[in-house]
């Protein structure tokens, strides 16, 4: 009986070791740092954007949530994020009531320039619905420097009290 309750605390040890290990090695992705540039001149901007009250569900949303592979800091869709000059993996979050899109993209951002992520979903009627076109566009020109489609993933929508 003995001999039992040890390995059975032994198995339990060495379990949660391993627990414990697995769990160390999980890690999320890093904060996004913005450049350190105290002249606005030598850096670039990017920020979402939203488009109000579309019917029949919800407003629509579209922000950065990485850049380089890391978070930014505010990933809400009308904070512009300081990146610096030189070309950047952007990952583009659309979100509109229950459906989401998202698409990764590289974009060459100037100093002193500021773009924009914006979103349309394609299709002729709400029901077909299934596909969103995204650009980045330079915000004073409208010049589109990067663009692709992502299709649509219905999600229940997270709710926080």
């Not at 489609?149 to 229940?156: K, L």
């Amino acid at each position: 009986m003995l001999h039992a309750v040890v390995r059975t605390s032994t198995f339990r040890a060495l379990l949660t070791v391993a627990s414990l290990l697995l769990l160390a090695t999980c890690t999320s992705a890093p904060t996004y740092e913005p450049p350190a540039v105290s002249d606005p001149a030598g850096y670039a901007t990017i920020e979402g954007s939203m488009v109000a009250d579309t019917w029949p569900v919800a407003d629509q949303y579209t922000a950065i949530v990485r850049i380089d592979g890391s978070v930014p800091r505010d990933t809400a869709y009308d904070q512009p994020i300081d990146v610096s000059p030189g070309e950047h993996a952007i990952v583009v979050l659309f979100t509109h009531g229950e459906r989401r899109a998202g698409l990764q993209t590289t974009v060459n951002f100037e100093a002193g320039k500021s773009y924009v992520a914006k979103a349309k979903e394609v299709g002729s009627s709400w029901l077909e619905l299934g596909q969103v076109d995204i650009t980045i566009e330079e915000t004073d020109t409208a010049e589109v420097v990067a663009s692709g489609t992502a299709s649509v993933d219905y999600q229940v929508p997270v709710r926080v009290p």
